[in-house]
T-cell receptor, first 110, second 115 residues
Framework: DAKTTQPNSMESNEEEPVHLPCNHSTISGTDYIHWYRQLPSQGPEYVIHGLTSNVNNRMASLAIAEDRKSSTLILHRATLRDAAVYYCIHTTSGTYKYIFGTGTRLKVLA | EAQVTQNPRYLITVTGKKLTVTCSQNMNHEYMSWYRQDPGLGLRQIYYSMNVEVTDKGDVPEGYKVSRKEKRNFPLILESPSPNQTSLYFC??????????????FGPGTRLLVL
């Protein structure tokens, strides 16, 4: 089954960039890498996704390794509202089943 | 407003008393899914549905049933709840089941306590 590995927690100072890493060594060639985040007391919300190329949107950037076995979510200027648990996921190859890891809890320091 | 709704939001029940948690989406999405979230274990997928009358097991299906008779609704059924099913449950939906780039939209969660 698909498995992603992320650090349990990270800290960042406000207004500084944050790089959240994820290893997904079992990903297959057609599986997209998705990032979601979960704010306290809420359901997960979409952040960004990509397949092979690096991606940017208004929330973040996603850098994908050339071999696609790892990716990094980049928050360019962390704010206090970015404090959340961040999950990277992809589908299990050949199915439409999603497996979330335990995520990275990001703490932003004022 | 496009949304996924779940009811009830909070539920306390006793072992063995059948219950249903409803999930509804108003976005005409094909794919719907149920997850449970437990401390230290993250989110784990219970069941998912690719379309009406098409469902499949996720990672932790034991003790749960689902049905998808209409596109907008995907209820989660616990026929005989046990204390180990005490958890926070999330329903999610996405537009197309066979597009792995699709974004999932999550409901607000249902907190279940089984005594």
């Amino acid at each position: 089954d698909a498995k992603t590995t992320q650090p349990n927690s990270m800290e960042s100072n406000e207004e500084e960039p944050v790089h959240l890493p994820c290893n997904h060594s079992t990903i297959s060639g057609t599986d997209y890498i998705h990032w979601y985040r979960q704010l306290p007391s809420q359901g997960p919300e979409y952040v960004i996704h990509g397949l092979t190329s690096n991606v940017n949107n208004r929330m973040a950037s996603l850098a994908i390794a050339e071999d696609r076995k790892s990716s990094t979510l980049i928050l360019h200027r962390a704010t206090l509202r970015d404090a959340a648990v961040y999950y990277c996921i992809h589908t299990t190859s050949g199915t439409y089943k999603y497996i979330f890891g335990t995520g990275t809890r990001l703490k932003v320091l004022a | 407003e496009a949304q996924v709704t779940q009811n009830p939001r909070y539920l306390i029940t006793v072992t063995g008393k059948k219950l249903t948690v409803t999930c509804s989406q108003n976005m005409n999405h094909e794919y719907m899914s149920w997850y449970r979230q437990d401390p230290g274990l993250g989110l784990r997928q219970i069941y998912y549905s690719m379309n009406v009358e098409v469902t499949d097991k996720g990672d932790v299906p034991e003790g749960y049933k689902v049905s998808r008779k209409e596109k907008r609704n995907f209820p989660l059924i616990l026929e005989s709840p046990s204390p180990n099913q005490t958890s926070l449950y999330f329903c999610a939906s996405s537009r197309k089941y066979n597009q792995k780039s699709e974004t999932q939209y999550f409901g607000p969660g249902t907190r279940l306590l089984v005594l």
